[in-house]
């Protein structure tokens, strides 16, 4: 039997059940099934997976026949045959994170921040203390630059309230990684940053939630803090950084705020393909409606694919041994502008499903790695000044589910879509649990939910 397993380069994410005798099922990242393949199909399917068993001309046939009608799923499971019939242990978990090569890593610097936003997935806040110490930090990025991560962000809560958030970047950019992004509200983007992120090709992504000074400082809930934002903005560009804006809208009364901040900052000159629009998650303070992402009716609007965050298209009911899978589109669509990070309201976190190089990681502002800056429960391991970023990912504190833990992932899926938006996360969520003495202590000290089953409402 082959271990469940992620089906790389599809969006939103796939994944893949073996459940013996009923087959190979084909699952959405809602648990939703897609295809299955019986019988001598099955069998052709798993060999070409790297399970070994007899061949059978007539099996292989069949199982051609029907990927002829999905050459999605065709490339994916060539893709994942290349990786082999999964590795056992730590190994097979670290192959689910890594999902065909390290893309994008998130670095929170700090939990503080100078605005107190509604939706804040950090819950940043003036009073948060946790912070990476400057040793932690540059062993994070090389660490990042010797794994071969595509992207890193610099974040936080306010990345700009690091006092080493320059050379930080120009360390990283020094170390080889092709992109370095600083994701900051930018109340705080003094000439001298300016000046500096200019130099070593760092870019920019900025949050901006309106245009209506009133109404963005009221998500902010920092008198003032539109203003500095669109001045920096335009310091910025004139300064030729690559800048980024997210746009994200906190609640739904928030929409039309959100899709004029988004025109807003086409006005002040970032490329429109630049600007991210999205709603908020079930993470930190934030709440995760079920609402789709709301359509930007302006002609110079970015295309706004299915992506995440919004109803995933239902494929046609599955049949036996069919696979035909909807054509979807992904919102990553085109890459950002040189030294920019894929545009999404968060920083392409949600995106990485659609990528041959879907791997991505989050360090937070505690020390704590985990899969995603939304899945922020399942801890793979802790960085400190000697490094850790490598074995927390190489050999991560977590394993991928087995058993009947496996043939519950239908399940696991659906829950995991409760807390979390994004396809690519809740596929994680569902296929990794934590072990090792990190789960066990976590175990002993705050129970089951630290446990890093997803619960309703964190993530
Ligand atoms: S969303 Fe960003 S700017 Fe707002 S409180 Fe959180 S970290 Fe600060």
Redesign the pocket.
Same mark, same amino acid.
């Given at each position: 039997m082959l271990a469940p397993r992620w089906l790389p380069g599809e969006f939103p994410a796939r994944v893949l059940l073996d459940q013996e005798d009923a087959g190979l099922a084909v699952l959405d990242d809602l648990g939703r099934e897609l295809a299955r393949f019986t019988g001598p199909v099955a069998a052709a399917a798993r060999r070409r997976l790297g399970a070994t068993g007899p061949a059978d001309p007539a099996g292989e046939r069949l199982l051609d026949r029907a990927l002829a009608h999905a050459p999605g799923l065709a490339r994916a499971l060539t893709a994942a045959g290349a990786e082999g019939a999964g590795t056992e242990g730590a190994g097979a978990a670290a192959q689910a994170l890594r999902r065909g090569g390290w893309r994008q890593l998130f670095v929170e610097l700090t939990a503080r921040?100078n !605005?107190?936003?509604a939706?804040?997935y950090?819950a940043?806040?003036p009073e948060r203390t946790e912070a990476l110490d400057r040793a932690t930090a540059e062993a994070v990025v090389d660490d990042a630059a010797a794994l071969g991560f595509e992207v890193v962000q610099l974040t936080?809560? !306010?990345a700009l309230l690091c006092p080493f958030v320059g050379d930080l970047a120009a360390r990283a950019r020094a170390a080889g990684v092709p992109v370095v992004e600083v994701y900051t509200?930018a109340t705080l983007l003094d000439d001298g940053l300016v000046a500096r992120f200019a130099r070593d090709r760092v870019a920019l992504a900025v949050?901006l939630y309106a245009a209506e000074p009133a109404a963005h400082d009221r998500v902010?809930r920092l008198p003032g803090s539109h203003a500095r934002t669109v001045d920096a903005v335009r310091r910025a560009l004139a300064a030729g950084l690559s800048v980024r804006v997210g746009v994200v809208a906190a609640r739904p009364e928030d929409e039309p705020h959100a899709l004029a901040a988004a025109a807003l900052a086409r006005d002040l000159g970032v490329p429109p393909e630049s600007v991210g629009l999205d709603v908020a998650r079930a993470v930190g303070r934030g709440r995760f409606a079920g609402r789709a992402v709301p359509a930007d009716p302006d002609p110079r609007a970015r295309p706004r694919g299915p992506g995440h965050a919004s109803p995933v298209r239902l494929g046609p009911a599955p049949g036996r041994n069919t696979a035909a899978l909807p054509p979807v589109e992904t919102s990553a669509g085109a890459e950002g502008p040189a030294g920019g990070a894929r545009t999404g309201a968060h920083g392409g976190a949600c995106d990485a499903g659609a990528a041959e190089r879907g791997g991505k990681a989050a360090v937070l502002a505690d020390g704590r790695v985990v899969p995603c800056i939304f899945s922020r429960a399942l801890t793979l391991g802790r960085v400190g000044p000697d490094g850790g970023l490598r074995a927390a990912l190489e050999r991560p504190a977590v394993r991928l589910v087995e058993g009947d833990e496996a043939q519950g992932l239908a399940g696991a899926l659906a829950r995991a879509n409760a807390a979390l938006a994004c396809g690519s996360c809740r596929v994680t969520g569902a296929l990794l649990r934590p072990c090792g003495a990190e789960a066990a202590a976590a175990l002993a000290r705050d129970g089951p939910r630290a446990a890093g089953a997803p619960a309703r409402g964190d993530a």
């Open positions: 921040c !605005e107190r936003c939706h804040c950090v940043a806040a936080g809560g !306010e509200n949050s902010t």
